[in-house]
């Protein structure tokens, strides 16, 4: 979510020569863009960007714009405004911080449990309104719950570009669904990367590590769900192969804990690879992921098709899912 504000003001007065006639002031105009994650995690942080751009001519702004007393909440500043100082900007200056204001809004005085009502206290103002998330206790059992269950839970990836945040479909695959719950629950992806990304077809990460195993794995639960972009889907061995004990797994039942955004329609995959969810907000995310690559990629190498730069997930968390989703049963 990205707002911009403008708010206009006098310049300094410049004088003619030979005229000794005063000019109109050349006015100076400020305008503040602010980018927000598109949900706050309850106790998590929350990494805003504050642009600010002065036009026309040099103008001045508080110092405490480019700290979290530049928004309120509940009429409340997140922040000191005690600093009288101000900030010099030259005509056509532009400026831009990142503020983690999570800490700040662990401590502020919510009026809603559901949203998160941000003021910006620059310019002319602007609230800004996100969906409030919260992480689930500890001691629950997703592998034992049944699908309705299931239902209430939806899953945040905390990516390197933004929140992403998921749906799951129990309805049509359970055992999926349980398994992905599980290991989120579980810690399994935090830290882990976008390992593998191909532009026009999918981001792919939740790779095992010698360290911590991929627990289980799953029998296909092929589906009437499209792959189109969002669609979350468990990716699989392309051939048949053996467990521990030397047991026979077939291709079609070897999906564990690799997972992949879809980044485009793929009929292909339709009733071939197991759908179990759908990004609800994120996506930005995923393109970000996907321009990571653009640069070497080569559609016929595999090696390009890993980032250059390690695209990690810092942390999966699993929320309880607010009321009032968008349908996504025509997916």
Same mark, same amino acid.
């Given at each position: 979510? +990205?707002?911009t @504000?403008v #708010?206009?003001?006098?310049g300094?007065l410049?004088l003619?020569a030979g005229a000794?006639?005063?000019?109109?002031?050349e006015?100076?105009?400020?305008s503040y863009?602010l +980018?927000v994650p598109?949900? @706050?995690i309850e106790?998590?942080s929350?990494?805003v960007?504050?642009s600010?751009?002065a036009?026309?001519?040099?103008?001045?702004?508080?110092?405490?714009a480019?700290?979290?007393a530049?928004f309120s909440?509940?009429?409340?500043a997140?922040?000191?405004?005690r600093?009288r100082?101000?900030l010099?900007?030259?005509?056509?200056?532009?400026?831009t911080?990142?503020?983690?204001?999570g800490?700040?809004?662990?401590?502020?005085k %919510?009026a809603d449990?559901?949203?998160?009502v941000?003021n910006?206290?620059?310019?002319e103002g602007q609230?800004?309104?996100v969906p409030?998330l919260?992480? #689930?206790?500890?001691g %629950?059992?997703?592998m034992s719950?049944?699908?309705?269950q299931?239902?209430g @839970?939806?899953v945040v990836?905390?990516t390197l570009?933004?929140?992403?945040? $998921?749906?799951?479909?129990?309805?049509?695959a359970?055992?999926?669904?349980?398994?992905f719950l599980d290991?989120v629950?579980?810690g399994?992806?935090?830290d882990?990367q976008?390992?593998r990304?191909?532009?026009?077809?999918?981001?792919?990460?939740?790779? $095992?590590r010698?360290e911590? &195993?991929a627990p289980?794995?799953?029998?296909?639960?092929?589906?009437? !769900?499209?792959?189109?972009?969002?669609?979350l889907s468990m990716?699989?061995?392309g051939?048949d +192969? !053996?467990?521990?004990?030397?047991?026979?797994i077939? $291709?079609?039942d070897?999906?564990s804990?690799?997972f992949?955004v879809m980044h $485009?329609?793929y009929?292909?995959?339709?009733?071939k690879y197991?759908g179990?969810?759908?990004?609800?907000?994120g996506?930005?995310a995923?393109?970000?992921?996907?321009?990571?690559?653009?640069a070497g990629?080569?559609?016929?190498n &595999?090696?390009?098709?890993r980032?250059?730069?390690?695209q990690?997930?810092?942390?999966?968390?699993?929320v309880t899912?607010?009321?009032?989703?968008p349908?996504?049963s025509?997916?």
């Open positions: 979510m +990205s707002t @504000y #708010v206009s003001g006098l300094s410049a003619a000794f006639c005063i000019q109109e002031p006015a100076a105009e400020v863009a +980018s598109e949900v @706050y106790g998590e929350f990494e960007e504050l600010i751009q036009a026309g001519a040099a103008t001045e702004v508080p110092a405490w480019l700290s979290p530049a909440v509940g009429g409340k997140l922040g000191s405004r600093v100082a101000n010099t900007l030259a005509a056509e200056q532009r400026i911080t990142s503020l983690n204001i800490p700040a809004l662990a401590t502020a %919510l449990d559901s949203e998160l941000l910006l206290n620059l310019g609230e800004v309104r409030i919260r992480g #689930v206790p500890e %629950l059992d997703f719950m049944s699908a309705e299931l239902s @839970y939806q990836l905390l570009h933004g929140p992403l945040r $998921a749906e799951m479909w129990p309805d049509v359970p055992n999926h669904v349980r398994n290991l629950y579980t399994f992806y935090d882990n976008f390992h990304v191909v532009p026009g077809f999918m981001v792919q990460a939740g790779s $095992a010698p911590r &195993p289980r794995t799953l029998k296909n639960e092929f589906n009437a !769900k499209r792959h189109v972009p969002g669609v990716a699989r061995f051939v +192969s !053996k467990d521990k004990n030397g047991q026979t077939p $291709a079609f070897s999906a804990s690799e992949f $485009a329609v009929p292909s995959l339709d009733g197991t179990f969810g759908q990004v609800l907000t996506m930005p995923v393109e970000a992921v996907v321009d990571s690559v653009k990629f080569n559609p016929r &595999p090696a390009t098709h980032p250059p730069t390690r990690i997930i810092r942390r999966a968390i699993v899912a607010p009321e009032g989703n349908d996504n025509d997916l």
